[in-house]
């Protein structure tokens, strides 16, 4: 059962149960310093974000200078409810995922258009404490380490799988580009040459 | 008219690059002139004014994606699309590659222009090695053995773009400011700190009327402050610019703060070590000096650790020599005995005439003779009758002229180069520029202390493997010195080649063993 509970700075701290979705005694310097590490590694031109918590890492990502467009994933209504109040933000999509499981997930068309068009996942562990298998899931899904997703992306960027062992899903879990290579066919001579390029950067 | 140049190297390269842009600024002087580096570099946008605009290859963000589990499997690849995307949105009329590997050969496909130069592929195969000289630098810019030509000539020529005029030292606003840039990210072409504290403690008396600066950036700083300690003066690239554009002159290893002082025309002396190697990427800058390291291993490979026990090359530049040759950048004054400090850069331009590296390189070596009283007439013997060279049939004949003047008929130049022009990838072409090779590391292998002792072995037939224990694994070159002599034919550009491959298999075997 969802709650909140004030720490001692007076800060509305979002709880599970027992259990904090954030840091309890310093959820904002959580989210700002969650914030700093992915502007240090990140820049995509957008990025979805698994977990609301308490909005703070959000709202800190945008104080941060963060302006591209952010799509949320969270299952609890009354936390994104919560978080649509904190985080002022245009750029902002919250996206509530009502599906029994991910799998579901797949029959919903923005869902996999999204998938279509993936650019960056953004975990927020902490948040994901009331539906950890579930989000644990999406994750792979969002980061095509899974098959289902996995197949659906290389499918709509019109690529083949030349080798389907990839699809193994201890080996896809750890999968990095390396991988890729040889496993999947691309669809035309750039797509190929964009692959063979990443490839002589990491040789 | 929109140009994009691919600078995908390090900073010292993309600084170099410069000098393109400026040949390409004066050919196409209304052009718009874009950069495309490594994002990395960012610092570069400000210190790159002929670029009308720098654009950031995101390899950084890429990297930091390709093996992190947390980041979509394709992430790069998507990244990497998008990019070309953007890069495509403009309409390139021409495009250079100044990078010359394979990811930017790629690159160059992907990216759409009416016309490329530089390496590229084509369907996916390499391609655009379309004149003698992207073929000569294909084939031999990336090997260890001297090549004769500077890096930016040989790239301008593979490019066919006309690099502007060789610049001079400049000596006008100029403060009382002596810098010293002693970090380099690559330890084989550093030299002992703790040294260069005596060296400027040294210098510092000689010199009272003189400041002596320390460059460095925040992330060496707290080592040069316990070297140096007030001496330090630290900042980023475009303040080391504005440092290095006043100062009276620049010690430096070969680092890419060297190639920037060169668009300051600073005096400017290099301390070349390790794999670095002058005449590649001396300052490309009149009246440069480079101190070289001399070691029989120099210089190493690029990617290789220093394979000798102790820093060979460091130790033998002394404090003492070093010191003289920077009171003499000050001073601009030649020291003759100071034969370790040589002219730079020392590029073969083709043009020729008395600044030309062929005529450099041959007063280089008459000089090691005068100075180290060797008779290179008696102890060579009549094989030295003949030597081919590479000239244009004006500068031969000078050439010539004074050598027969001054050695009495012991070198007689070869016109081999009569039906070549100059370099045009021929095989005779390729011998001449072997020769060369030879004639210029001839005397520090014929001067090395353990030379005699080998020769009298090679003299008496101790085999192979003797010899190569006797040397302590020090043989590259001197046996490759060795065969080529034994075959007593100089013009046999193949017969260089498999001496050497001769040579470099014994020195590994002797290394694995």
Known sequence: MFNYKLNGNGTKVPHFYSGPLVDFFEPELEGAEWAKDVLRRFSPQSACILGVGGGYHIEALVKAGWSKPLRVFETSQALVHECAERCNYENLEIVLLDAGTTEDLFRIPKFVEMLQSLRLCLPFRRAWTHQLAFFSELFLHLTLRSEESLKVHILHEGHSLSDSQILNPERLARATIHDVDGAIEFNSTSSNLVHRCIMEMIK | ?513
């Open chain 2, 1 to 513: 008219m929109k140009i994009l140049c691919l600078s995908l190297l390090r900073l010292g390269d993309i600084v170099q690059h410069r000098w393109l842009l400026k040949g390409l600024r004066q050919r196409y002087p209304s052009a718009e002139l874009h950069l495309l580096v490594h994002d990395e570099f960012n610092e570069v946008a400000g210190l790159v004014p002929e670029a009308t605009k720098v654009h950031f290859f995101p390899k950084t963000e890429m990297q930091a994606h390709l093996n992190d589990p947390r980041s979509p499997l394709l992430f790069s690849h998507q990244r990497l699309t998008d990019f070309v995307g953007q890069l495509n949105a403009e309409s390139w009329t021409l495009v250079y590659n100044f990078t010359h590997n394979r990811q930017s050969a790629f690159l160059m496909e992907l990216i759409k222009a009416d016309r490329k130069r530089g390496l590229r592929t084509h369907a996916g195969k390499m391609a655009g090695l379309d004149n003698p000289w992207i073929r000569f630098f294909n084939r031999h810019f990336s090997s260890r053995y001297p090549i004769h030509f500077h890096y930016l000539e040989l790239l301008a020529k593979s490019l066919e773009i006309s690099l502007p005029n060789l610049p001079n030292l400049s000596f006008s606003n100029r403060r009382p400011v002596v810098l010293f840039q002693l970090d380099s990210a690559d330890s084989k072409k550093t030299i002992e700190k703790q040294r260069m504290v005596s060296v400027l403690d040294d210098l510092a008396e000689k010199l009272p009327k003189y400041e002596l600066r320390v460059l460095s950036d925040e992330r060496n700083a707290e080592e040069n402050q316990r070297y140096f300690s007030s001496r330090v003066w630290v900042g980023g690239l475009r303040e080391t610019s504005q440092q290095v554009q006043v100062a009276r002159a620049l010690v430096t290893l070969d680092t890419s703060i060297k190639h920037l002082a060169c668009h300051h025309g600073t005096p400017l002396l290099e301390i070349s070590l390790g794999s670095s190697d002058p005449d590649r990427t001396a300052a490309w800058l009149s009246g440069a000096k480079v101190i070289s390291g001399v070691a029989p291993c120099r210089p190493c490979g690029h990617r290789e650790v220093c394979s000798q026990p102790q820093h060979l090359c460091s130790q033998s530049i002394s404090a003492e020599i070093l010191a003289r040759a920077i009171e003499n950048i000050l001073d601009h004054r030649e020291d003759a005995q100071l034969h370790q400090v040589l002219e730079g850069p020392l590029g073969l331009q083709i043009e020729g005439g008395i600044q030309s590296k062929a005529y450099v390189m041959f007063k280089k070596w008459l000089y090691h003779c005068r100075i180290e009283g060797q008779d290179l007439v008696s102890s060579l013997g009549p094989q030295f009758k003949k030597i081919c060279y590479s000239f244009s049939e004006s500068d031969l004949v000078r050439l010539a002229s004074e050598m027969e003047a001054e050695y009495h008929g012991f070198l007689h130049v070869h016109l081999l180069a009569q039906n070549v022009s100059l370099f045009d990838g021929s095989p005779a072409a390729y011998q001449i520029v072997d020769a060369a090779a030879f004639l210029k590391h001839l005397p520090n292998m014929l001067f090395a202390p353990w030379w005699q002792e080998l020769n009298e072995k090679i003299e008496k037939g101790h085999d192979w493997a003797e010899i190569e224990s006797l040397s302590d694994g020090l043989l590259r070159g001197h046996l490759a010195v060795r065969a080529f002599l034994s075959k007593m034919d100089v013009t046999g550009g193949n017969d260089v080649r498999s001496a050497r491959e001769k040579a470099d298999w014994h020195f590994e075997a002797a290394r694995k063993a």
